[in-house]
């Protein structure tokens, strides 16, 4: 068992509110600079910047996971991991099928760019990425669990998008594993008012500035060790699976 620093929540320029900075490859950098092993990259209902995201971690050797901040048709918000990089995108693919296209407007809600492993512009979206979908809260774990991923909600404490303040309380279904604070100290609180017993602690940075130092950490096996391997046995301590 080793330790392995995370950061399992983090946008980049694709995702309309995050900003132009946020290339692949400038996260990596800055995730490195921050001392962090494990990095996902959670875009808006998309993971279309994951291949790029790849790339750029592996040059500075970092684990990369391929997410996604799905958006429930009750607009909020999930944050969906895979343990590989095709199992999201196909993910990916299946999501634009339940996706409400509307079209994005630059001027209002941001660039929407999609990279390469370079930082090199291939394409846009068209489409506005923080809308709702059309799949529920209750239905979100079984799909990403067919494309052998885990999904929780994301950000908690927050008054937007989060679970809490969307229903008004944490539902006893779906069931899920590991719920996300946006701001550790509400630990105890969230813990003892709701019953939650496992929490994750990521940055949603929007901004390069925003990912925050390594100070978070899982302890997974690696034996026999591979990034493949890690990701997976990460995966699947996120269910709750033995690793």
């Known amino acids: 068992m080793n330790k392995y620093y995370y950061d399992l929540h983090i946008h980049s320029c694709l995702s309309p509110c995050g900003d132009d900075d946020n290339t692949p490859n400038n996260i990596a950098g800055m995730a490195s600079l921050c001392g962090l092993n494990i990095v996902a990259l959670t875009d ?5 910047n994951c291949p790029a995201f790849f790339t750029a971690c592996k040059k500075y050797g970092i684990i990369a996971v391929a997410g996604m901040e799905l958006t429930t048709a009750e607009d909020i918000h999930v944050i969906c991991l895979f343990p590989t990089l095709q199992s999201a995108m196909d993910f990916d693919t299946y999501i634009y099928k339940r996706r409400i296209l509307i079209k ?20 846009t979206e068209e489409n ?98 591979s990034s493949d391997n890690v990701r997976k046995n990460l995966i699947d301590f996120l269910k709750g699976d033995t690793v």
């Open 44 to 48: 808006h209902n998309t993971s279309k």
């Open 104 to 123: 994005n407007r630059e001027d209002i809600f941001g660039k929407q760019q999609i990279l390469d492993g370079e930082d090199n512009i291939i394409g």
């Open 128 to 225: 506005l990425l923080i809308n709702a979908t059309s799949v529920s809260l209750e239905e979100a774990p079984k799909i990403v669990n067919e494309y052998g991923g885990v999904c929780y909600p994301a950000h908690i404490d927050k008054s937007a998008n989060g679970i809490i303040s969307i229903l008004g309380t944490y539902p006893d279904s779906p069931k899920f594993n590991f719920a996300e604070l946006h701001d550790k100290a509400n630990q105890d609180e969230y813990g003892k008012k709701y019953g939650i017993n496992n929490f994750l602690f990521s940055s949603d940075a929007h901004y390069l500035t925003a990912i925050k130092d390594k100070e978070n950490s899982f302890l997974l096996c690696d034996e026999p060790y």
